[in-house]
């Protein structure tokens, strides 16, 4: 599903060069659910912009789905994201004076897909457990609502990967804890997942945990005993 | 992504901010506003201008004595010449020479005291043939207009103007018939009174006395000849009125006996060369009254590049969101694009309806000021302009504040606090 080859990315700071990431190999298979961990500055973030086709590599390569990405245009890599990414962020994003039920639609909107928008958004809703607050603003939801609209925005498309960047960590512990088995749950039901994150705590749901130190993948192996959800 | 969905989305936005947008509306409705308000006044002092023109009478050609330059280069006065006499009247009214003239009638002008029992008045003095009425569109609401034979008999009778009524006669024209009055001691009776044109500006129409051209020389402009100060020509038709002015040149310069046109002792100027002078002066007010209009539109334009920007920067992380969940730059530009141009395009509609509606108001307010500006007159074409040229003005003062946005990079833009 993906298969990151020899990436590296430099970003240039005035007259320094910093190497975010150093030759980096990744293969992440359908249906896995994969935590990436490392401390601030390790890389995670910018292995996150790559995996999730906001930024591209420097050099090596990397394939979604089957589809080479790293030399693509600003629209193509939209059309990628649009289709083949569903992102969860730590400060949920949402869009503003829109209800849950039309920020779950806006990928489909941008896809220009009309067909059942409403019922496909709707079930979308639903699958996260807040069909009752569809027409909810998001000023009027909690933390842990707001972030179930956003994984149920970033289910509606049925993408190819779900990526999700630090999901909990604006959320108290007992909403972290229905988030992320939501997120498990989902992989159960056999979503690939990846999950940006740096607290064990969260990680452990994981099958598969990658850890980065300095650009460089440090450990890569299954979870030896990964929480299983309770639902 | 459709236009409804973009549309949802901009009107959205702008409801967020109501003030904000509002006042920028009100800078774009001010500037509408007063393009179309200003270019109506300036098109009405125009339509005013050319009626006052057309109640002198339509198709009008003015031939005026003139002496050709004296040697020495020295010219005398406009009109100080004598040269025209009623042979020239006569050769001009002929249809066989003259097919595309209608009618020709000479005008001999004196000074006008006139007094009855008590009252004084001053008006000019027009002395003519039994042609002018027709030919200079008056019509009379009492009594009648002299005849030929009195005007071969030199009849003392007078057609008077309703102002002269007024002041002779306190208003009443049916009180002013067969009444006498003395125009500079001499008595001539009143036979008739023409309708009011009620038409100013120009100098009132209603202020005239009018008498035989045979009573005038004989009564009023003794010592002075058979003076005729202009002849005035009725073409047949509007379309004939240069076929009419060539033929009375050529009939004028052979009575005269002149073979040199350059030579010619008369000049000739039609109702449309009044005009279009006149046409020019109300096209330059209308154009300079319409540009300091346009220039409060840029002004308001301004206003939607600045608030744009404003919008932008603070829904950067907006547009970071939209782009990680597949805006594309397109999208994101048609998005803050239409917002612009629906901002301004509010503001055109609502400017429209203001100027239109003062429009309206303006003559009501009864400015002395303005009433030589005429009624304005909202054309549609400014409208229509004025609302195009305020949605145009979005797109421009759009385009960069829009572009700034979809060329944000999504991963700075979702980090932008």
Redesign the interface.
């Known amino acids: 599903m993906i298969e990151i080859a020899g990436v590296t990315k430099t970003y240039r700071m005035g007259s320094l060069e910093v190497h975010a990431l150093k030759r980096v190999d990744l293969n992440i298979e359908a249906g896995e659910f994969v935590a990436i961990m490392g401390a601030s500055g390790s890389g995670k973030s910018t292995l996150m912009?790559i995996i999730?086709c906001?930024?591209v590599p420097s050099s090596g390569s990397y394939a979604l789905d089957g589809i080479d990405v790293a030399n693509l245009s600003?629209?193509q890599l939209?059309?990628i994201?649009?289709?083949k990414i569903g992102?969860v962020?730590q400060s949920f994003?949402?869009?503003?004076?829109?209800s849950a039920l039309h920020n779950v639609e806006?990928?489909l909107?941008?896809?220009?897909d009309?067909e059942n928008r409403r019922e496909r958004a709707l079930a979308a809703l639903q699958a996260v457990g807040l069909s009752d607050r569809a027409q909810h603003q998001p000023s009027e939801l909690s933390g842990g609502q707001q972030q179930r609209v956003a994984v149920a925005?970033a289910l509606v498309t049925e993408p190819a990967i779900m990526l999700a960047d630090e999901p909990t960590g604006n959320l108290d512990s007992e909403s972290s804890l229905e988030i992320i088995e939501l997120i498990s749950a989902l992989n159960r039901a056999g979503r690939t997942i990846v999950l940006i994150t740096h607290e064990d705590e969260i990680a452990r749901f994981a099958r598969r945990v990658v850890r980065l130190r300095d650009g460089v993948i440090v450990s890569d192996g299954p979870q030896r005993a990964p929480v299983e959800a309770r639902v | 992504?459709?236009l409804v969905?973009a549309l949802r989305i901009a009107i959205?936005?702008l409801?967020?901010n109501r003030l904000r947008s509002g006042l920028t509306v009100l800078g774009i409705m001010i500037g509408v506003g007063a393009v179309v308000l200003l270019v109506a006044v300036g098109n009405g002092a125009s339509v005013q201008v050319t009626s006052q023109i057309e109640s002198l009478g339509s198709n009008l050609i003015y031939v005026y004595p003139s002496s050709p330059t004296a040697a020495g280069g020295v010219a005398q006065g406009f009109g100080a010449g004598q040269t025209l006499t009623m042979t020239d009247v006569q050769n001009l009214g002929d249809q066989t020479q003259a097919p595309d003239i209608a009618a020709a009638i000479p005008i001999a002008t004196a000074p006008g005291r006139m007094t009855h029992g008590s009252q004084n008045w001053f008006a000019p003095v027009s002395g003519s043939t039994q042609d002018f009425a027709a030919v200079r569109n008056y019509s009379l609401q009492v009594g009648q207009f002299f005849t030929q034979s009195q005007v071969n008999s030199s009849a003392r009778v007078v057609v008077v103007g309703q102002t002269v009524v007024d002041n002779l006669f306190g208003g009443s024209a049916q009180s002013a018939l067969n009444q006498t009055i003395e125009i500079q001691r001499q008595p001539f009776t009143v036979i008739g009174v023409f309708v009011a044109k009620g038409s100013q500006g120009l100098g009132n129409q209603d202020n005239v006395a009018v008498i035989p051209i045979t009573a005038a020389w004989n009564y009023l402009t003794g010592g002075r000849g058979k003076n005729i100060s202009q002849i005035v020509i009725q073409a047949t038709s509007a379309s004939t009125i240069t076929l009419a002015t060539q033929q009375a040149t050529q009939i004028l310069l052979t009575d005269h006996k002149i073979s040199d046109p350059a030579q010619a002792d008369f000049t000739t100027q039609s109702q449309q060369d009044i005009l279009s002078s006149y046409g020019q002066i109300t096209q330059t007010l209308t154009v300079l009254l319409g540009s300091v209009a346009a220039i409060a539109l840029v002004v308001g334009g301004i206003g939607i590049m600045n608030i744009m920007l404003v919008t932008v920067t603070e829904r950067t992380?907006?547009i970071?969101?939209?782009?990680?969940?597949?805006?594309?730059?397109?999208?994101i530009l048609l998005q803050f694009l239409i917002e612009s141009m629906f901002l301004s395009g509010v503001g055109g509609i609502l400017g429209i309806v203001v100027g239109w509606g003062g429009s309206f108001w303006l003559p009501s307010l009864k400015l002395s000021v303005l009433s030589s500006l005429g009624t304005p007159v909202v054309s549609i074409a400014s409208v229509l302009l004025a609302f195009g040229v305020s949605v145009g003005i979005g797109l421009f003062f759009g385009i960069y504040p829009a572009n700034r946005a979809a060329a944000l990079n999504?991963?700075e833009a979702?980090r932008y606090e």
């Not at chain 1, 909107?109 to 220009?112: F, K, L, N, Q, S």
């Not at chain 2, 939209?322 to 397109?330: E, L, S, V």
């Open positions: 912009n999730g906001l930024d600003d629209d939209a059309l994201r649009n289709r992102f962020f994003n949402l869009i503003p004076r829109s806006m990928p909107i941008y896809a220009g009309t925005r | 992504m459709n969905e959205s936005g409801n967020a992380r907006e970071g969101i939209r782009k990680a969940i597949g805006a594309r730059r397109t999208d999504p991963i979702l």
